[in-house]
């Protein structure tokens, strides 16, 4: 690492404005104030700079400098050397969640904002950059999990205790993953086998709405042989999930419990010739409120997935991966109290179901350390099943199709010379459905100086219609449209980083225009009792900027945080897309007290339109404080205080989140 002077110079503002010249004038004078701020940052002194969200302990190296990520590339490399807005969630800061979801781990990331209908047992969605959560890509181990029926990833059905860590690729990225990734890619790495000797741990929690949490798991290797096994069980009364305003509410709390198994092994029967096989089961049965006050629903999910992978080393020029992987999401609904069931059946009304089968087949080649190609074939099969039944129109009905299949071809290109970087990558999917679509990225970098990094790149994506848009039945209130065509995204973007030791600042510009948008219409414009179809009428155009920051001070505090400024609107209303938020502030602090660490976490939000009522939602603000204390070398005690201040706010008009609520966790690691 070079040192240098931390003091800004006229050049650091002729290098910001050079860069992002071509954005300026597309996203008008936003962009201007943006880089008048990030210009302003740079000259503080360390001490006094603002932060983006790290993953990291006050007094280790800021992790972006050392950590290896899979998903930019489709191949390892540091995150640090990677094209494009990409960061890491650690495990090291999921520990400062016990009990804590997917998507309250996703929010503390920057440019990612959820929405929750009422606890972590009902549905969760992410919006990256302001798009749909359909249309960013959530894979697990690299295996895509968004369901093929609504297109949702199931946030809820994916507990922390599970994952090593999380790896967020911003932007459109349909040239590397195919469908849906048009907001960009979340990849979650399950704990997985080590090449480390025996290491275990156990959690066991309590908190508020008498919420417990259980979980366990150790991993290892020995003579060629790497194993790992992860497990866990909670349960809690939960909060109620609707409010007075919900015609579904019911005064009670939505209880939930969950559980989950994973693991992995792997055998090296020679070197660079690995085996492995993964799995990961999770289950989820919430309460919530749905239909009438009479009675309780129940939600229970499931998902699983199972990968089996033989990576082999072929020469030190060409690397062989084979996957093979199957991945199944089960929803379905039961009422605690049939006699007072709204659908007249007996157990249930809804089941809804997606086996989704991957196999791939990637080489990477090696024509020298900073020449690389990777060239690969990908098939997709998806298969769907879905019943409901409804008192209106009384029997079990199912989708017209329900099966579909992808053949992808796709290339990448990482090449470096000296200071600069190229990243280019071109897919083909070969859709059963829509027939052939092609997208395509390019990425340039160049580094400015040992401490200033440039970027700029474009990139196209697409969203394939769910089963839900294409084929959902004839009911009162929807109806399927099955002559939609995907969705297309164009975005470009640019960035400029500053990195030392201590101090990491970031800015990206970016404005993604997606055509042929998918939005729900009356059949009969103008007739209130119309039912709703899905219809290619709109486009949405999406413009933001990013500052992000992280700044060390002494051995002891670490001052991390960012701030979104996003435009996302249809462009042929004007109107802003709703649940999105324009501006969001994020910002925590870190300190180490002797042994002990203390963190403050602070979130303001601006107002946003509510998707079902078209109402304004106000803006709100949060604090949580988080804190931990080793009672031995080997045990310490976590404490966790979310909404410090009971702040009442909603994400869904008629849905209720959680008020001031604490958890106790006692963490063992041996």
């Known amino acids: 690492m070079h040192h240098n002077s931390n003091r800004a110079t ?117 919006n990256i950059r302001g798009t749909n959560s359909n249309q960013s890509l959530v894979l697990i ?3 895509r999990v968004n369901n093929a029926t609504n297109g949702l990833p199931p946030l809820n059905a994916i507990p922390l205790n599970s994952i090593e860590r999380i790896e967020i690729v911003r932007g459109t990225s349909s040239s590397l993953y195919g469908a849906d990734a048009i907001g960009g890619v979340v990849n979650i790495i399950t704990r997985s086998e080590t090449d480390r000797p025996f290491s275990a741990y156990a959690n066991a929690g309590v908190g508020t709405y008498a919420t417990t949490q259980y979980d366990a798991g150790f991993s290892g290797a020995k003579d060629g042989w790497s194993y790992s096994l992860f497990g866990g069980y909670g349960q809690s009364k939960g909060f109620n999930a609707t409010t007075p305003s919900n015609y579904s509410h019911n005064p009670d709390g939505d209880s939930y419990y969950r559980s989950n198994i994973g693991g992995a092994l792997g055998y090296t029967w020679k070197p660079g010739q690995t085996i492995t096989l993964q799995t990961f089961q999770s289950k989820v049965n919430g309460s919530y409120d749905a ?28 690397t062989s991966t084979l996957r093979a992987s199957l991945s199944t999401d089960t929803y379905k609904t039961i009422n605690v109290d049939a006699s ?16 989704q089968s991957q196999y791939v087949w990637q080489n990477d080649l090696t024509f020298s350390p900073t020449q690389i190609v990777s060239l690969a074939y990908e098939r ?5 099943d879905g019943s409901l039944v409804d008192n209106i129109s009384p029997g079990i009905v199912n989708y017209q199709q329900t099966a579909r299949f992808t053949n992808s071809l796709l290339a990448i290109y990482r090449g470096t010379w000296g200071p600069q970087s190229v990243q280019a990558s071109v897919r083909n999917d070969d859709n059963s459905q829509f027939g052939n679509v092609t997208t395509g990225s390019l990425s340039y970098g160049l580094e400015l100086t040992p401490r200033w990094k440039a970027s700029i790149g474009a990139n196209t994506g697409f969203r394939a219609p769910n089963f839900n848009e294409l084929y959902w039945p004839v009911t009162p209130f929807f109806l399927g449209n099955p002559t939609l065509k995907p969705e297309r995204s164009q975005n470009i973007e640019a960035g400029l980083k500053y990195t030392t030791d201590n101090t990491q600042l970031g800015l990206t510009l970016y404005r993604n225009n997606i055509d042929n948008l ?23 155009l999406i413009t933001g900027i990013t500052l992000t920051g992280s700044q060390k001070i002494g051995r002891n505090t670490l001052v991390k945080g960012s701030f979104d400024w996003s435009n996302p609107r249809n462009a042929t209303t004007g109107e802003l897309l709703p649940q999105r938020a324009q501006r969001v502030f994020k910002m925590a602090v870190d300190q180490n007290l002797g042994r002990a660490r203390l963190s403050g976490e602070f979130f303001i939000t601006s107002q946003r339109r509510d998707a079902l009522t078209s109402d304004t939602l106000g803006g709100f603000g949060l604090m949580n404080l988080v804190g931990s204390y080793p009672l031995t070398e080997n045990t310490e005690v976590q404490v966790r205080w979310n909404n410090v201040f009971a702040k009442q706010y909603t994400l869904v008009q008629g849905y209720a989140t959680p008020g001031s609520n604490v958890f106790v966790n006692l963490a063992l690691k041996m």
């Open 291 to 318: 239909g009438a006050p009479y009675f309780g629903d129940r939600g229970i999910q499931t998902l699983s997935n199972n990968i089996l992978t033989s990576r082999n080393v072929i020469s030190s020029f060409w």
């Open 518 to 540: 998918i939005l729900n219409e009356p059949i009969i414009p103008g007739n209130v009792f119309s039912p709703y179809t899905p219809m290619n009428i709109d486009r949405a």
């Open 380 to 384: 997709l099969d998806q298969r769907v």
């Open 141 to 143: 181990d690299g295996v």
């Open 340 to 355: 007072q069931n709204f659908y007249n059946t007996p157990d249930g009304r809804q089941h809804f179901k997606t086996n």
């Open 10 to 126: 006229p050049g650091h503002t002729t290098v910001a404005l050079t860069i992002s010249t071509a954005l300026t004038s597309r996203l008008g004078l936003t962009a201007l104030t943006a880089l008048t701020a990030l210009t302003a940052l740079t000259a503080l002194t360390p001490s006094q700079a603002l932060s983006q969200p790290a993953t990291s302990s006050p007094t280790s190296p800021i992790p972006q400098l050392a950590t290896i990520v899979v998903t930019p590339a489709r191949a390892p490399e540091p995150l640090s050397q990677t094209l494009g807005d990409n960061s890491v969630i650690s495990r090291e800061t999921l520990d400062t969640l016990p009990n804590g979801t997917l998507s309250e781990a996703l929010t503390r990331a920057h440019s990612i904002e959820s929405v929750n209908l009422g606890g972590p047992q009902t549905v969760s969605t992410i």
